[in-house]
């Protein structure tokens, strides 16, 4: 069954340095999205990505982040400098998202990757 | 602020019994509705999805909503152990997530 995967698992850094989260979205999927959930607070969005371009983003989703979609598989997450309050875990999310066709909007996560900042 | 609001629990069933999870949303232009299941330490997982009034069976979960009162439900029939989770109210395109509420299925 196809699914939405999510590099590293586990990612430790120190605050102020840059990371990279890394997603292969489900194949024939068109939307992707981030979404990010701190230890036992809900899960929030961050930001969507269409079309090779933001479709939407939260009020998060600062200058310190940003999204790629570097080649015809990865989507990728970027904090630029990271900082203790980033901690958490990140997941990568995809959709078919035909317009119109609202059965289409369901979005499938990956495992995630939690991120830890020192 | 659109907003999703859940009964966050932790609700505590007996095996075999009919779990009810509750959700009322703010935005009034949503237009689709999901719940996920979340196990600690794992990514959300679909259980049922629905965008019409009324009720949606899918084996032993059947979703229920109302867009006159902004709610939306989730019932679990013949509760298993292996149910219990925190489940997750979830509404429009980007999804706006309430906060769960814990289930826990006591065999």
């Known amino acids: 069954e196809p699914e939405v995967t999510q590099t590293p698992s586990h990612q430790v850094t120190q605050m102020g340095q840059e990371v990279i989260l890394r997603c292969v979205p489900i194949s024939n999927h068109l939307y992707f999205y981030w979404y990010r959930q701190i230890l036992g607070q809900k899960v929030e969005f961050l930001v969507s990505?269409?079309?090779?371009?933001?479709?939407?983003k939260s009020e998060i989703f600062d200058d310190q982040f940003s999204v790629e979609r570097p080649d015809g598989s990865n989507f990728t997450l970027k904090i630029r400098s990271t900082k203790l309050e980033d901690s958490a875990m990140y997941f990568c999310a995809s959709s078919e998202r035909v317009a119109g066709a609202l059965a289409k909007n369901i979005q499938y996560f990956g495992a995630g990757t939690r991120l830890s900042v020192l | 602020q659109k907003e999703v609001e859940q009964n966050s629990g932790p609700l505590s069933v007996p095996e075999g019994a009919i779990a009810s999870l509750n959700c009322t949303y703010s935005d009034r232009g949503s237009q689709s509705f999901f719940w996920y299941r979340q196990y600690s330490g794992k990514s959300p997982e679909l259980i049922m999805s629905?965008?019409?009034?009324g009720d949606k069976e899918d084996g032993r979960f059947t979703a229920q909503l109302n867009k006159a009162s902004q709610y939306v439900s989730l019932l679990i029939r013949d509760s298993q152990p292996s149910d219990s989770a925190t489940y997750l109210c979830?509404?429009?395109?980007?999804?706006?997530f309430g906060q769960g509420t814990e289930l826990s299925v006591k065999p």
């Open positions: 990505f269409y079309n090779n371009e933001i479709s939407e």
């Open positions: 629905i965008y019409s009034n």
């Open positions: 979830a509404a429009g395109g980007k999804l706006i």
